[in-house]
């Protein structure tokens, strides 16, 4: 079953593209909305989460390598839910923070 959401669900939800190729059990587009439903809270929480880690510092883009370490020191790694919701937080495209995450060795993308 192919049907374009990609766009609608980056624009809605902030979510990477990557999170979300529907599995082979969809089937049907009641199929689609539920579990696309489910991805809007995966990704609901993991803001909640990232806002709370951020808690009143201001959100600017000079202060994103404090904010990945906020969140590494919590979890233990930068899962990929909290890299998007980190982009949304501070208005960056996601690209922008994977290129971070990515370009330093510090920062673990898998929980060790």
Do not use: C
């Given at each position: 079953?192919?049907?374009?959401y990609f766009?609608?669900m980056k624009?809605t939800?902030?979510v990477a593209?990557e999170d979300?190729?529907?599995?082979?059990s969809v089937a049907?587009v009641?199929d689609l909305?539920?579990?696309l439903?489910?991805k809007s809270?995966a990704?609901?929480?993991?803001?909640?989460?990232v806002?709370?880690l951020?808690?009143?510092a201001?959100?600017r883009?000079?202060?994103?390598?404090e904010?990945?370490?906020r969140?590494q020191d919590?979890?233990g790694?930068?899962?990929?839910?909290h890299l998007v919701a980190?982009?949304?937080?501070?208005?960056?495209?996601?690209?922008?923070?994977?290129?971070?995450?990515?370009?330093y060795?510090?920062?673990?993308?898998?929980?060790?």
């Amino acid at each position: 079953m192919k049907i374009k959401y990609f766009a609608w669900m980056k624009r809605t939800v902030g979510v990477a593209e990557e999170d979300v190729t529907p599995p082979a059990s969809v089937a049907t587009v009641g199929d689609l909305v539920t579990w696309l439903r489910g991805k809007s809270a995966a990704h609901a929480e993991a803001l909640a989460e990232v806002r709370a880690l951020l808690a009143n510092a201001p959100r600017r883009r000079d202060l994103l390598i404090e904010f990945l370490h906020r969140i590494q020191d919590a979890h233990g790694h930068l899962a990929s839910r909290h890299l998007v919701a980190l982009a949304a937080e501070l208005r960056m495209s996601t690209a922008e923070v994977y290129e971070v995450a990515t370009f330093y060795n510090m920062y673990n993308l898998k929980p060790l």
